[in-house]
């Protein structure tokens, strides 16, 4: 096996860093032990708002955050460690397909293959190969800035997260995000907006100024050459996942469309590619044509499915405050009614868990910013 990266780890990527349970179960199988030895802010409690109301939703962790340059350099380190080839600094320009196999065409040579996995992101150059022309945009817009943090901050302390669904009143098919995050060591604050641009006919949020007025309620001022943005291929059962000796994997398969959330789901399919792989050499037959089923059937499809689902019926309605309300009053005794997932075998420390709930007022946060400005 040979995988070739364009960068050099540890490589700047543009994420949030947040992988949940999916995530960390997948890594556990592969024989990872928890809490991995990089920097992460715990997520215990999950805050879910929508204009003065939140739901929150528990687990111990519910999920954590890595800096996504430490975490991959991490990962890809663990990767030579059980014997897999990495070549970095190489960019893989195309693919040509022969009767026989493949030809890897990068800046600094060729290669033969018997199978390719497009691993390369969102706008990766496998998944050209896939594109036709008349095939729809499933693309969400991000943007995200990062700011210094004190460790005491509530973020850090309370082991919170926020998800602030209420600027879907002003067109953005998503959230704004606000995470506690540990950066080369240092404490910080990832923010961001997320727009799935779901519903492709209804008018485009101006993502800047969701920005904007969302960090001026933190008391955060946008300072624009911190931001920075990029896009997310998003999951849908109509995506196309292969074709003869190539599988897609990760962003270039389709991230979860509901929350922008990759990370977990593309760990999830490089566990189905290695079945559908080992199945192909085991059978000398490299169609693939089963991968489809393979991936709809796994854990991860399964997951996606549902957050496709949900982002279908959400997003085409997600402007409409009496939707959003009803939403909210269901995901509230939803969240009461679900389990907490099981801890994660005393891995992290139980004590350290206080999670405060939040009391917004209409003033505060940034649905009084939203207010001021109708
Ligand atoms: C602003 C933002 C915030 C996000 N926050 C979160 C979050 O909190 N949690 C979460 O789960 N997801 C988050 N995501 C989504 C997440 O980052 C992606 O879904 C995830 O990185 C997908 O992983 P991947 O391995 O498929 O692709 P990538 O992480 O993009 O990796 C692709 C790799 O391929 C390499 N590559 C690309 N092209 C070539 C080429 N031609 N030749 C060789 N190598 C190449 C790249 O250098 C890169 O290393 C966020 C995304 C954005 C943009």
Not at 32 to 39: D, G, V, W
Not at 57 to 68: A, C, D, N, T
Not at 185 to 200: H, L, M, S, T
Not at 334 to 354: I, S, T, Y
Request: hydrophobic letters at 40%; a neutral charge.
């Amino acid at each position: 096996m040979l995988l070739l990266e364009k960068a050099t780890h540890p490589r700047h990527k543009l994420c949030g860093g947040g992988v949940t349970r999916l995530g960390l179960d997948t890594l556990i199988n592969l024989g990872f032990s928890l809490p991995l030895p990089i920097p992460q802010a715990r997520v215990d409690d999950v805050r879910l708002i929508y204009g003065t109301r939140a739901i929150h939703v528990h687990g111990r962790p519910k999920f954590l955050i890595f800096h996504r340059a430490e975490f991959d350099a991490y990962l890809a380190d663990q990767a030579r460690h059980r014997g897999i080839f990495i070549k970095e600094n190489e960019v893989v320009e195309a693919i040509q397909e022969d009767a026989q196999g493949l030809t890897v065409k990068t800046e600094k040579g060729l290669y033969r293959a018997r199978t390719v996995v497009g691993a390369d992101g969102s706008k990766g150059v496998v998944r050209r190969l896939f594109k036709k022309p008349d095939s729809p945009s499933r693309v969400a817009r991000l943007l995200e800035v990062l700011t210094p943090a004190s460790e005491n901050a509530p973020h850090f302390t309370d082991h919170y997260a926020l998800f602030d669904f209420t600027p879907a009143r002003h067109e953005l098919q998503g959230y704004f995000w606000d995470f506690p995050s540990w950066v080369a060591g240092q404490p910080k604050y990832n923010r961001g907006v997320y727009d799935a641009r779901f519903a492709i006919d209804r008018p485009r949020a101006d993502l800047p100024h969701v920005l904007d007025i969302a960090l001026e309620s933190l008391g955060s001022e946008l300072v624009s050459k911190q931001v920075e943005g990029h896009p997310i291929h998003w999951f849908s059962p109509r995506n196309q996942f292969s074709r003869p000796r190539i599988l897609l994997a990760g962003d270039a398969a389709g991230a979860d469309p509901l929350f922008g959330e990759g990370i977990a789901p593309a760990l999830g399919y490089g566990q189905v590619a290695a079945e559908a792989i080992q199945k192909a050499y085991e059978n000398q037959d490299f169609s693939f044509h089963d991968y489809r089923r393979l991936v709809l059937r796994s854990p991860v499809g399964r997951y996606l499915l549902l957050r496709w689902f949900v982002a279908w019926w959400c997003y085409q309605l997600s402007a409409k405050p009496w939707f959003m309300q009803a939403l909210w009053s269901f995901g509230k005794i939803f969240a009461l009614l679900w389990p907490e997932p099981r801890g994660l075998d005393g891995a992290f420390d139980a004590d350290d868990n206080k999670s405060p709930s939040v009391n917004l007022t209409p003033e505060m946060g940034l649905q009084g910013k939203l207010d001021r400005l109708e």
